[in-house]
């Protein structure tokens, strides 16, 4: 199993001066549930290198096992600073392909034109494609092979206008997860803030939040395991 995990390269949360990037949890969770399964990981985002950690998912109360398991595992930090850059990925050479959230995703992900046409790609071609919490942005302008929106039509879920009012950035986001796919006619469902929440349609699998991304990326395996 070759499995390529896309994270966004954009630190700046918005107009704030404050940082942000992607979410510790959502990558370090998916990272080990793979690595544990013996699947071979490429990690990539737009700009190549070392991507930015969101410093609130470095916070004492963010913590989690997989979050801890990487603060000790020098060879995954390793991988971590050395992703490759999108525009040299083919999508032909993964299995499958999972994008972590973070606010961070919001701005640059989404609107990146190498990370469109490799989810195009890989979904066209029957391969799983999964993104958690602020992830599914990304697939705001993702097309599906009849060239509807890709999300049109299919279950969907992703970080939620009640959590992101909790966390207090409604005001901040370039656009809100939840609204974006139900404008672009995805079937947005969702659980109880920071509950963990997948949903899985044919190729396509969702998550809601930071609790949603070990599950997340154990269905995927499971899509793997059946094809």
Same mark, same amino acid.
């Given at each position: 199993?070759?499995?390529?995990?896309?994270?966004?390269?954009?630190?700046?949360? @918005?107009?704030?001066?404050?940082?942000? @990037?992607?979410?510790?949890?959502?990558? %370090?969770?998916?990272?080990?549930?793979?690595?544990?399964?013996?699947?071979?990981?490429?990690?990539?985002? #737009?700009?190549?290198?070392?991507?930015?950690?969101?410093?609130?998912?470095?916070?004492?109360?963010?913590?989690?096992?997989?979050?801890?398991?990487?603060?000790?595992?020098?060879?995954?930090?390793?991988?971590?600073?050395?992703?490759?850059?999108?525009?040299?990925?083919?999508? =032909?050479?993964?299995?499958?392909?999972?994008? #972590? *959230?973070?606010?961070?995703?919001?701005?640059?992900?989404?609107?990146?034109?190498?990370?469109?046409?490799?989810?195009?790609?890989?979904?066209?071609? &029957?391969?799983? !494609?999964?993104?958690?919490?602020? %992830?599914?942005?990304?697939?705001?302008? $993702?097309? %599906?092979?009849?060239?509807?929106?890709? !999300?049109?039509?299919? #279950?969907?879920? @992703?970080?939620?206008?009640? =959590?992101? $009012? $909790?966390?207090?950035?409604?005001?901040?986001?370039?656009?809100?997860?939840?609204?974006?796919?139900?404008?672009?006619? &995805?079937?947005?469902?969702?659980?109880?803030?920071?509950? #963990?929440?997948?949903?899985?349609? &044919?190729?396509?699998?969702? *998550?809601?939040?930071?609790?949603?991304? $070990?599950?997340? %990326? !154990?269905?995927?395996?499971?899509?793997?395991?059946?094809?």
């Amino acid at each position: 199993m070759k499995i390529l995990i896309v994270l966004t390269s954009h630190d700046q949360l @918005g107009n704030t001066g404050k940082k942000t @990037g992607f979410w510790l949890e959502e990558f %370090a969770a998916p990272y080990y549930v793979f690595k544990d399964k013996g699947a071979k990981i490429t990690l990539a985002s #737009p700009q190549g290198g070392q991507p930015p950690i969101d410093p609130k998912s470095n916070e004492p109360d963010s913590q989690t096992d997989a979050t801890r398991r990487f603060e000790e595992d020098k060879e995954a930090q390793a991988v971590l600073a050395n992703t490759l850059k999108l525009s040299t990925v083919t999508a =032909e050479n993964y299995d499958a392909v999972f994008y #972590p *959230g973070g606010h961070g995703p919001l701005w640059d992900l989404a609107e990146d034109q190498h990370s469109i046409k490799l989810i195009e790609t890989m979904y066209g071609a &029957g391969k799983p !494609v999964s993104a958690v919490c602020h %992830a599914p942005g990304v697939l705001r302008h $993702a097309k %599906a092979p009849d060239g509807s929106p890709l !999300v049109k039509g299919k #279950p969907v879920t @992703g970080f939620s206008n009640s =959590e992101e $009012a $909790a966390v207090q950035l409604s005001g901040i986001v370039p656009f809100s997860v939840e609204d974006e796919l139900i404008r672009n006619g &995805g079937n947005y469902s969702k659980a109880d803030n920071w509950q #963990p929440y997948v949903i899985t349609d &044919g190729n396509l699998i969702t *998550g809601q939040n930071p609790a949603s991304s $070990a599950p997340a %990326a !154990v269905e995927l395996l499971r899509k793997l395991q059946k094809t």
